[in-house]
Each structure stands twice: as C-alpha cells, then as structure tokens.
C-alpha cells in the first residue's frame, strides 16, 4: 500500500498528484516551509540538463596551475607580512592584499570561460614582469627560497597562459560548444 501511495515503490510521488499532499501528512515533523527543500532534495540533479560547455582539460590544468601560484604568492605576502614586518613593504602588504583579491576574482571567471578575464590575466601577468628583477637581489641576500618561490609563481602563470590561448581552449573561450573530447 505505502509504494503505490508515494510513487510506486519510488519513495517519492508522482509530479502533480495528490501523494504530495500524502508525503506530507506521512512525515508529521515536516513543517510547511521545510517540505519545498524535501521535494527539492529528492529531485534527480544528474537528470537535468546542462547549458554550461565542458571546459576542456587545457583550462582546468591551467586553472589549477593559476591556484596554485596565487597561493604561493598568498604565502609570499604573508611570510613577508608577519614574518619580516613587512621590512620595505611599505603600503605593499594593502596592494598585495587587493591584488590577490582581484587575482581571484580573475581566476574564478577564467574557470567559468569568461573570455576577459584572460585578458585581464595577461595583464597581470605583464605587471609582474617588473617583480622578477628582485630575484637577483634575493639570491645575493641569500634568499633562495624567496628567489625560488617567485621564480616558480611566475613560470606557472606562464604555463597557464600558454594552455589557456592555445587548442581547445580558443573555442571554449570563443562561445563556442565543445564536445567531451574537446574538439
């Protein structure tokens, strides 16, 4: 009796018939407002259609490659913030602070295929050209690890660059469908 009263053996009614009102009535606990998030729970999300292109393998690498050197600049400005005092910094830690905001933002809409933000990225990218003459000065103070961690940041965004402007990635930044093997 209880499968053909909620959807025949489903664990859920059939859309538009009155076993919703019956879900509700079986669950006592249920309070008006929670049964909207029940149904919704309950839906089958794998059988939705998806609008959003696949992102080919090309943009997910260089995303995590663009992660990847935002974090080792996170550390970089941390380690220069409270470990050093931010010696020589001077407002640097306000513009590192911001810079990294807008760093993420960027990162997160080239995820999303948004063909600007890799615009917006080689333009990063070119501003820290200027940061890679410091790398001389850290290895004369002995700071290879400092000289490494820049080196290492810049040379990911780089790579990510170069994924993201060529291949498959071209047509999924185009507007264009691309299919799951990213042609």
């Given at each position: 009796m209880i499968g053909t009263e909620f959807g025949a053996g489903r664990g859920r009614p059939e859309t538009g018939s009155?076993?919703?009102?019956?879900?509700?009535?079986?669950?006592?606990?249920?309070?008006?407002?929670?049964?909207?998030?029940?149904?919704?729970?309950?839906?089958?999300?794998?059988?939705?259609?998806?609008?959003?292109?696949?992102?080919?393998?090309?943009?997910?690498?260089?995303?995590?490659?663009?992660?990847?050197?935002?974090?080792?600049?996170?550390?970089?400005?941390?380690?220069?913030?409270?470990?050093?005092?931010?010696?020589?910094?001077?407002?640097?830690?306000?513009?590192?602070v911001a810079a990294l905001c807008l760093q993420a933002v960027v990162i997160h809409f080239i995820g999303k295929g948004k063909n600007i933000a890799r615009i917006f990225f080689i333009v990063f990218l070119v501003l820290a050209v200027p940061g890679l003459f410091i790398v001389g000065r850290l290895i004369v103070a002995k700071s290879i690890t400092s000289a490494l961690a820049t080196l290492l940041g810049f040379t990911l965004k780089i790579i990510a660059v170069f994924l993201l402007f060529t291949?498959?990635?071209?047509?999924?930044?185009?507007?264009?469908?691309?299919t799951e093997d990213g042609r």
């Open positions: 009155r076993d919703w009102q019956l879900l509700g009535q079986a669950r006592p606990w249920v309070v008006p407002h929670q049964q909207w998030q029940l149904d919704f729970d309950m839906q089958d999300v794998a059988s939705r259609p998806s609008n959003a292109a696949i992102a080919p393998s090309r943009v997910r690498v260089a995303s995590i490659l663009l992660w990847t050197s935002w974090a080792i600049s996170g550390c970089a400005l941390v380690a220069n913030s409270f470990l050093f005092q931010g010696r020589g910094a001077g407002i640097g830690t306000g513009i590192g291949g498959a990635s071209r047509k999924y930044f185009s507007g264009r469908a691309i």
